[in-house]
């Protein structure tokens, strides 16, 4: 049986490719484990082979306790169980964790507190989310926001379209295979670690994992989405304290009235030049004329409509 920890793998996955040198964490659309090549025949009857992204189940314990079966492409599979566990509240801002064993063969990921937990009651009601791959948010969705209020921060448009141009080159699954969510943790103009994974909130989940582990400030971040603004995404941000949520797709109306409850930034429909912002809107300062900022390339408009 193959059992790792987060220290025993590399903390980090450095970029080696030019678009993506200054990532700490960057995608890596080439992993033999994340997608597979499969035979089909095209619109013409032609035999044609595409790249498909994995998927593969993943089961989550705290201590002794299981908490649930996740359907992910299997990467940073310890950054998702903490991410997990901290945007449901399991893991409290003070909780030491002891350990964090992946048993790659089980598939399982194990994660230890000293303090001890038990989540029966909690366990017992659940709402699917409107999250790809069936998202759930375990007890009452809105416990835990009661008092959040996310700190006014000022949001220059010139980050948000450098942000934009950047994330959309980067090498990814997205690009390379589509079908799945890419999130990005930002500061100012520069994205710092990506994730992707079939369902936008395991993405967000890494990361949240990602900040955990690393101790890394949520209060002068952005957090950029390809998937839609819903109130799952919105609670989840407001959770991890990033004050700034962005995303080339939609809104939710009770995803709005959220945002607006604890003062997070909502930016959505972000595509070339346009963007519609729904709430913090006091907080735009516009530093660059729309007029100026490139158009969005065909390649990367097609694989957003087979995405």
Not at 11 to 31: G, K, V
Not at 210 to 223: E, N, R, Y
Request: with cysteine; charged share 25%.
């Amino acid at each position: 049986m193959l059992a790792r920890t987060i220290g025993d793998r590399e903390a980090f996955q450095l970029a080696t490719s030019e678009d993506r040198s200054d990532f700490i964490i960057a995608p890596d659309p080439h992993a033999p484990r994340l997608t597979r090549a499969v035979e089909g025949v095209d619109q013409n009857g032609e035999r044609s082979r595409i790249s498909v992204v994995e998927e593969r189940p993943l089961t989550i314990f705290l201590n002794a306790q299981e908490i649930v079966t996740a359907m992910t492409i299997g990467d940073y599979p310890e950054y998702l169980a903490l991410g997990f566990l901290r945007n449901q509240g399991m893991l409290l801002q003070d909780d030491r964790i002891t350990a964090v064993d992946y048993e790659e063969d089980l598939e399982t990921v194990v994660v230890r507190t000293l303090r001890q937990t038990s989540f029966e009651d909690k366990l017992k009601k659940k709402t699917r989310t409107s999250g790809c791959a069936v998202g759930t948010v375990f007890g009452d969705m809105m416990e835990g926001l009661e008092g959040v209020r996310l700190p006014p921060v000022p949001v220059r448009t010139s980050w948000l379209y450098a942000l934009a141009a950047r994330i959309n080159r980067t090498p990814s699954l997205y690009l390379e295979a589509g079908a799945i969510h890419g999130t990005v943790l930002c500061h100012e103009d520069r994205p710092l670690v990506y994730m992707e994974d079939v369902g936008r909130h395991n993405a967000v989940d890494k990361i949240a994992g990602w900040m955990l582990q690393t101790d890394t400030s949520a209060g002068d971040k952005i957090l950029y989405t390809t998937g839609r603004l819903t109130s799952e995404m919105v609670i989840k941000t407001a959770m991890m304290g990033i004050p700034v949520l962005a995303s080339r797709s939609g809104f939710t109306a009770w995803g709005v009235e959220i945002a607006r409850e604890v003062g997070l930034t909502l930016i959505g429909r972000m595509r070339g030049q346009r963007f519609v912002c729904l709430s913090g809107e006091d907080r735009l300062v516009r530093d660059v004329d729309p007029s100026t900022v490139a158009s969005e390339d065909r390649k990367h408009r097609r694989k957003s409509a087979e995405a």
